[in-house]
């Protein structure tokens, strides 16, 4: 099945700092590429997203970018504010229809 | 407020028993997943169901099972539990849009299962 590796597993980046985060998935036929944030205590949610037929993707301070011939992508946040403290999800998805698989996430730590 | 909701928030239970978890997705949404997520674990997907079929599957023991009814609502039963059973049972949906991938997931604030 498809297999979705993230990395780091944890990241701790003073206050203004950039944090970069990339995951790799196993499944070229994957099209759809979500990232998700989680706070403590709270439900994921979608907070960028970016489809195969894109390189890049920006909204403010969150950016994605993919690459489909490595099967990476990553989620870069800049000016990281302490808000920005909790764990991110990448995950995958192949049509509409299909499953979202995540990956086993990374915990961000915005030190002021 | 996610428009998903879930019930109960949260469950306390002996080894052995069998429990019931309820989703209500989104108004319009055909599509429900379920999720485990254990201390400090990731989003573990268990299954989905779109339409009232059941459409994919994850690592769901044969102790679980699920349905969406036709009010597209949807339950996850839990069975013989055991000790690591114990976690955070998320339910979302998601609008599905024939020629566009789409795939926001919207999730519900989730049911924590606490086996003793």
């Known amino acids: 099945g498809e297999n979705v590796e993230q990395h780091p597993s944890t990241l701790s980046v003073q206050e203004g700092d950039s944090a970069v985060i990339k995951c790799t998935y196993s499944?070229?036929?994957?099209?759809?590429f979500p990232w998700y944030k989680q706070e403590l205590g709270k439900r994921p949610q979608l907070i960028i997203d970016?489809?195969?037929?894109?390189g890049e993707k920006k909204d403010q301070r969150i950016a994605v970018t993919l690459n489909k011939t490595a099967k990476h992508f990553s989620l870069h946040i800049t000016e990281t504010q302490p808000e920005d403290s909790a764990v991110y999800f990448c995950?995958?998805?192949?049509?509409?229809?299909?499953?979202?698989?995540f990956g086993p996430g990374t915990s961000l730590s915005v030190i002021p | 407020d996610s428009g998903v909701t879930q019930t109960p928030k949260h469950l306390i239970t002996a080894t052995g028993q069998r429990v019931t978890l309820r989703c209500s997705p989104r108004?319009?949404?055909?599509?429900v997943y379920w999720y485990q997520q254990s201390l400090d674990q990731g989003l573990q997907f268990l299954i989905q169901?779109?339409?009232?079929?059941?459409?994919a599957k994850g690592n769901i023991l044969e102790r679980f099972s699920a349905q969406q009814f036709p009010d597209l609502h949807s339950e996850l039963n839990l069975s013989s539990l055991e000790l690591g059973d114990s976690a955070l049972y998320f339910c979302?949906?998601?609008?599905?849009?024939?020629?566009?991938?789409?795939?926001?997931?919207?999730f519900g604030e989730g049911s924590r299962l606490t086996v003793l």
């Open positions: 979302a949906s998601s609008v599905v849009t024939s020629g566009r991938i789409t795939g926001e997931l919207f």
């Open positions: 499944d070229s036929a994957s099209n759809y």
């Open positions: 970016i489809r195969s037929n894109v």
């Open positions: 995950a995958v998805k192949k049509t509409s229809y299909d499953k979202v698989i």
């Open positions: 108004s319009g949404d055909l599509s």
């Open positions: 169901y779109y339409n009232g079929e059941e459409r």
